[in-house]
């Protein structure tokens, strides 16, 4: 490579000059997930496409239906994470199912619970 010095990179430079217990282990170049092309033939696929041709009436529509769907989806999981509280699943293992932390599951969730309601009526 010209025009750097020593021959390093910018971040091969940086690395140098980083004591070891400070860098990550893995490769310093980030890999592309498999299933990630760009430039990929027939053009990108998913929901923007079809999207794209939908007239306004029609987005408004669909957007109305989305947030059915979602709030019917809100309303399952709340049962859902209230039976497995009274189960004795613990917020740890519940959130993960969720994607969230412990913490967040709780503070969205546990005040829909029933004995956090009560916990909550008490403080109001």
Not at 87 to 93: D, Q, T, V
Not at 94 to 106: D, E, M, P, S
Request: net charge positive; no cysteine; aromatic share 2%.
């Amino acid at each position: 490579m010209q025009g750097q010095e020593g021959g390093l990179s910018p971040r091969g430079r940086m690395l140098d000059s980083m004591s070891k217990s400070k860098r990550r282990p893995g490769p310093s170049v980030k890999q592309a997930s498999p299933g990630l092309r760009h430039g990929a033939p027939g053009g990108p696929t998913g929901p923007a496409p079809r999207v794209s041709r939908l007239s306004p009436p029609q987005v408004l529509e669909r957007m109305e239906r989305a947030r059915v769907a979602r709030d019917k989806a809100e309303a399952e999981l709340v049962v859902l994470i209230d039976h497995a509280v009274s189960l004795g699943i613990g917020w740890p293992e519940i959130a993960v199912k969720l994607g969230v932390t412990r913490q967040a599951a709780r503070q969205h969730y546990q005040r829909r619970h029933r004995d956090g309601a009560n916990r909550q009526d008490r403080v109001a």
